[in-house]
């Protein structure tokens, strides 16, 4: 579909948000630099990835990362009780085992926004882990194949069979997929607003996209709902029509989103 580099899981996750996975300072020896060149390193930390861990109420607490097109969102949610934890993401790049992400949104805190870190990972096979974190992430798929994997940028909505194209600017509503999971987010780079985000998994033939809710940020209710689509790729550009998860009707118009300069 297109052709970008995608980075690590940086299922840096806790990074931001505070449960540990990565210290504040990280240091690089010599020895954890010997490792395969960055085409390896790209293509194998490509698709999604998962672990877990216990919170404080001894409740399990599901943390997925799809990693896409040099871009990732990370979400932690309870699927026991259908409760949205949080969520953060944007873009990266990697040098040999240390990768370094921008965030474009945090749910957890907005002031994280438009900062970079950087994050030592050791990635073996199809696990991966983090120096200072004893938490294993597993790969659920390797984002292939699939023509709608890949990092999407609102771009249009279609009305009464006329195309109304949304300006570019700070407000986002971006979506992402591996080959089995997909994510929405909306957010203000420029504010750092976050209004809300949801994701699951998802299947995509023969036209038809179904979408099943695993977490949603304004509303858990919705959670288990299979929500089917029309999907069509035209010009590059992916047409996705159907109903919306509230029951309205929707034609919107999603464009490659590109790495910034």
């Known amino acids: 579909m297109k052709n970008i580099f995608i980075f690590p899981l940086i299922l840096c996750t806790f990074l931001f948000l505070g449960s540990g996975i990565v210290s504040d300072t990280l240091t690089v020896s010599p020895s954890k630099l010997d490792k395969p060149s960055e085409s390896d390193v790209y293509k194998d930390l490509q698709g999604a990835w998962a672990?877990?861990?216990?919170?404080?109420?001894?409740?399990?607490?599901?943390?997925?990362?799809?990693?896409?097109?040099?871009?990732?969102?990370?979400?932690?949610?309870?699927?026991?009780?259908?409760?949205?934890?949080?969520?953060?993401?944007?873009?990266?790049?990697?040098?040999?085992?240390?990768?370094?992400?921008?965030?474009?949104?945090?749910?957890?805190?907005?002031?994280?926004?438009?900062?970079?870190?950087?994050?030592?990972?050791?990635?073996?096979?199809?696990?991966?882990?983090?120096?200072?974190?004893?938490?294993?992430?597993?790969?659920?798929?390797?984002?292939k194949p699939g023509d709608l994997a890949g990092a999407w940028l609102m771009s249009g909505r279609v009305r009464d069979g006329k195309i109304s194209r949304r300006e570019h600017g700070p407000r986002k509503t971006m979506k992402i997929l591996s080959k089995t999971r997909f994510q929405w987010i909306a957010y203000n780079t420029e504010t750092g607003k976050f209004s809300g985000s949801g994701g699951g998994t998802y299947t995509a033939e023969n036209g038809k996209y179904v979408e099943t809710i695993e977490f949603f940020s304004r509303d858990g209710s919705r959670v288990g709902a299979s929500l089917p689509f029309d999907y069509e790729i035209i010009e590059n550009e992916w047409h996705h029509s159907g109903l919306s998860s509230k029951g309205n009707p929707i034609h919107e118009i999603w464009s490659p989103l590109i790495l910034p300069e």
């Open 51 to 143: 672990t877990s861990y216990t919170n404080e109420s001894g409740e399990e607490v599901t943390i997925t990362t799809i990693v896409m097109d040099g871009f990732l969102a990370e979400t932690l949610y309870n699927v026991k009780t259908k409760t949205f934890v949080k969520t953060f993401g944007g873009s990266w790049t990697v040098d040999k085992n240390v990768f370094t992400l921008t965030t474009e949104w945090s749910s957890a805190d907005s002031s994280k926004v438009g900062t970079t870190r950087d994050i030592i990972f050791d990635l073996k096979g199809d696990t991966i882990t983090f120096e200072n974190d004893e938490k294993i992430w597993t790969k659920i798929d390797n984002g």
